[in-house]
């Protein structure tokens, strides 16, 4: 019986034809704690409907969740979900290629995540990050290639209000964002307690100007290696 279960880690890991989980939408998963790559290289996969209530309420581990679901194209499924408690949400949409609604997770509360790092990485058809304006990610640490290969991003104005300033790890946030002209909505960002900023605007090869940086305290950064390297217009 589910119920009694609290690691589903990996449990569907790699069903690459695994295409309907329609059958998942009665299992009670409230004492799970750890959900981590539990549909992770499920290709197949374009509807989570089967998730719709699903309580998450104890889980804190939602690393690479949905990992590899190049099909997967929104989320609303999750809407509702309270992940209140994750802390690790690494790579839980990496790869998924489709996905380019996630206005379902406006209203995560993800105060407790310290694990951002890769969560949107190679997200692809993604173009602005509106639906995230009222995160909470200021007990973040890692942000490292958080949407590292979204090349479609052109707007991240939505992350206007985030507060970064426990982050330590930026290395490659922004890494291959081609489509990324303009650096609005970091202007404010406190980074002072960034140690890592290597590759953080590799190759955004559209941005023309980093004006918007200039307030920036960068004084404890140790690597600033290839930061805009590839970004030929400034």
């Known amino acids: 019986d589910s119920k009694y279960c609290n690691n589903f880690s990996f449990m569907f890991y790699g069903c690459k034809s ?3 989980i329609k059958g998942l939408k009665k299992w009670d998963v409230s004492n799970g704690t750890d959900f981590s790559s539990l ?7 374009s509807d989570i409907n089967g998730l719709r209530k699903w309580n998450v309420l104890n889980g804190n581990n939602f690393c690479s969740m949905f990992e590899g679901c190049s099909k997967l194209s929104e989320l609303k499924a999750l809407e509702k979900w309270d992940v209140s408690k994750g802390n690790n949400f690494s790579g839980m949409f990496n790869g998924c290629k489709s996905l380019s609604d996630i206005k379902a997770l406006g209203k995560w509360n993800v105060s407790n995540g310290n694990n951002f790092s890769c969560m949107f990485f190679e997200c692809s058809s993604l173009k602005d990050l509106y ?7 200021s007990n973040g640490e890692e942000f490292s290639c958080m949407f590292n290969g979204c090349e479609n991003l ?12 426990n982050g330590n790890n930026f290395s ?5 964002c081609s489509c990324l002209s303009d650096l609005k909505g970091l202007e404010k ?8 900023f ?11 100007r980093v004006k918007r940086l200039e307030r920036w ?9 290839n930061m805009f390297t590839e970004c030929p217009l400034i």
Do not use: P
């Open 217 to 225: 305290n960068v004084s404890n950064g140790r690597d600033f290696s």
């Open 172 to 176: 490659c946030m922004f890494f291959g």
């Open 18 to 20: 695994l295409s309907d």
């Open 131 to 137: 639906s995230l304006e009222q995160w909470n990610v």
């Open 39 to 45: 549909f992770n290289g499920c290709s197949s996969l």
């Open 154 to 165: 052109s707007d991240i104005k939505g992350l206007e209000q985030w507060n970064v300033s």
């Open 198 to 208: 290597s590759c953080m605007f590799n190759g955004c090869k559209s941005l023309s």
């Open 189 to 196: 960002w406190d980074v002072s307690n960034g140690k890592e």
